[in-house]
């Protein structure tokens, strides 16, 4: 990190040099853990090279690195505060009240108010980070795209797709119909799901100077909201929603292989992860880093992020009946780290030789990446 430290202020400038790698992280394609490197005043950073990823960018690990160490304050009341990083695709919460109203989308007027409504911009809030940053774009477009997948719009082409809530919710409809039975699905318009940190943890050496990232675990959560006395609460259970939550998590390492937007989402978690292990653990303090560059005066790559996205809606008319359903969902993605979903695990630490092999390997001590 600090021939990166380097770099980044731009003490060398030429293509040809050391400084020619540090933007892609030396052609890493995930990032497992660190090496304290006292002796250098440096921190080295580790992890994969895989033929078939794009390269980590420097910029996003930066942004987690200043996230981690509380350098995204805002100012509110006069007071310095610190929101967990995070974004958030939100519907405006004055549709809610009109759209509890729409009972009959059979109604050509209703099914027009109801597209009028739907089309509402949604308002993109980006929390504990700055907003125009390639983080906060991947994690915006994971979340969108997990939207049109849960309303049938998308597809992500592994094996065995699971399916959409409104599709679940449709068959299960055709299926009752057909039987006979007398069957009224519950009306649940108002759905929340957001990607979240699930359990990360982490190994060290008997010095604790190595760290090793062995399990990251990303979430797909869900939330139910319906209106009582004109406001947005939660409650209620819907076993579509549920059974689209628990197959989506069972498959969450198949869509990191299936699509690129999928393992960008997972590699930024581990980045704050890291990050978050690395200030926790006091790590730039303990070799003496020289992060000011890292934590200030680096310029992290302006990447646009709108204001808003169009607002959709989603009708699909199922000649059973004559039953027409739309559901309306809105959602997140949290990549909040604390002690409860980041810890140190108890088994048998990593050898000393992980931290000799990885600095003994380094050709020479401005190197920004080498393999072992």
Sequence with gaps: ?????????????????????????????????????????DIVLWGLKEADAAPLMLDDFIVAIRAAHGEYTVIENGQNVIYQPGISIDADNSI??????????????????????????????????????????????????????????????????????????IERDIVQAKTGAAYKRPRYDFD????????????????????????????????????ANGKMVNGGINPDQQAYVCDWNSRMEDTFKAEQIWRQMYNVFRH?????????????????????????????????????????SFLTPVKVGDVSWVAGICGGVSIDFDGSNVRQEDSTPISDEVPRSVLSTRPHAQSVGWDI
């Design 96 to 169: 809610w009240p009109i759209l509890s109203k729409i009972n009959n989308l059979q109604d050509p007027r209703q099914k027009l108010q109801y597209q009028r409504v739907c089309a509402t911009p949604m308002h993109l809030r980006v929390d504990g980070m700055p907003r125009h940053t390639r983080v906060s774009d991947i994690l915006l477009a994971a979340d969108f795209r997990m939207k049109l997948v849960n309303e049938g719009l998308a597809t992500i082409p592994i094996r065995d797709f699971f399916k959409g809530i409104n599709m679940r919710g």
């Design 272 to 312: 704050f992860a890291i990050a978050r292990i690395i200030a926790d653990r006091h790590a730039l303090q303990t070799v003496d880093f020289p992060s000011d560059s890292l934590l200030r005066r680096h310029e992290v790559k302006f990447v646009y992020v709108p204001d808003s996205l169009p607002g959709q």
């Design 192 to 227: 929340r799901y957001w990607f979240r940190a699930g359990s990360f943890t982490f190994q060290t050496t008997p010095r604790g100077e190595t760290v090793f990232l062995d399990t990251a675990q990303v979430i797909l959560s869900q939330q139910t909201q319906n209106m």
């Design 1 to 41: 990190m600090a021939t990166i430290d380097g770099c980044a202020i731009g003490h060398r400038q030429s293509p040809t040099d050391l400084c020619a790698d540090f933007h892609p992280m030396g052609g890493l394609t995930r990032l497992d853990g660190f090496v304290a490197d006292p002796a250098n005043n």
